[in-house]
T-cell receptor
Framework: AQSVAQPEDQVNVAEGNPLTVKCTYS??????LFWYVQYPNRGLQFLLK??????LVKGSYGFEAEFNKSQTSFHLKKPSALVSDSALYFC???????????FGAGTRLAVHP | ETGVTQSPTHLIKTRGQQVTLRCSSQ?????VSWYQQALGQGPQFIFQ???????GRGNFPPRFSGLQFPNYSSELNVNALELDDSALYLC??????????????FGPGTRLTVL
């Protein structure tokens, strides 16, 4: 069965420092991977996706993610964190023959001034 | 371009009642999915509709049902509400079922509380 793991409940980082939010996956076949962000009382916003091609995927708001097939990981990164990046981040994988998303439990990112 | 909208924003029901949640898809999208997000958890897939037909279903009982209309708006109906149904219900639309790597666009959700 397809699954996604986000090993950290919370990540704390100082503003201006690089950030990494970790995600590992387990799929049969080719992985189709996504990152979404959720702000308080808001729905999920799409950040980026990996389908095929370059292992480094660039997305919205300066975020990028690195796909690593050997480590079955898809970590989210940003070179310089902003306080406004503080939110709940979800990694997801497409499952099945249709566009069904399997989400991780989420990682809360806190960026401190 | 209008995004995904959901109504109502909040809803309080009592155990055993029935509820209908509504979603209006983003313009040009013909596929809608519903997710349940319990407090402190990631969203869980309920079901998906494509061209008014159920296209896939997650591990939810039959008392969770849905509809998609010709204008691609959608409803989620839950019968015989249970306390564990309390959650944020998210609707997401995407373009063209079968292209399973298209990103889904989510609405703000409906917060359902069952007392």
């Amino acid at each position: 069965a397809q699954s996604v793991a986000q090993p950290e409940d919370q990540v704390n980082v100082a503003e201006g420092n690089p950030l990494t939010v970790k995600c590992t996956y387990s799929v049969s076949g080719n992985p189709y991977l996504f990152w979404y962000v959720q702000y308080p009382n808001r729905g999920l916003q799409f950040l980026l996706k990996y389908i095929t091609g370059d292992n480094l995927v660039k997305g919205s708001y300066g975020f990028e993610a690195e796909f690593n097939k050997s480590q079955t990981s898809f970590h989210l990164k940003k070179p310089s964190a902003l306080v406004s990046d503080s939110a709940l981040y979800f990694c997801a994988v497409v499952s099945g023959g249709y566009n069904k998303l399997i989400f991780g439990a989420g990682t809360r990112l806190a960026v401190h001034p | 371009e209008t995004g995904v909208t959901q109504s109502p924003t909040h809803l309080i029901k009592t155990r055993g009642q029935q509820v209908t949640l509504r979603c209006s898809s983003q313009s040009g999208h013909n596929t809608v999915s519903w997710y349940q997000q319990a407090l402190g958890q990631g969203p869980q897939f309920i079901f998906q509709y494509y061209r008014e037909e159920e296209n896939g279903r997650g591990n939810f009982p039959p008392r969770f049902s849905g509809l998609q209309f010709p204008n691609y708006s959608s409803e989620l109906n839950v019968n015989a509400l249970e306390l564990d149904d309390s959650a944020l219900y998210l609707c997401a639309s995407s373009a063209v079922a079968g292209e399973f790597y298209n990103e889904q666009f989510f609405g703000p959700g409906t917060r359902l509380t069952v007392l």
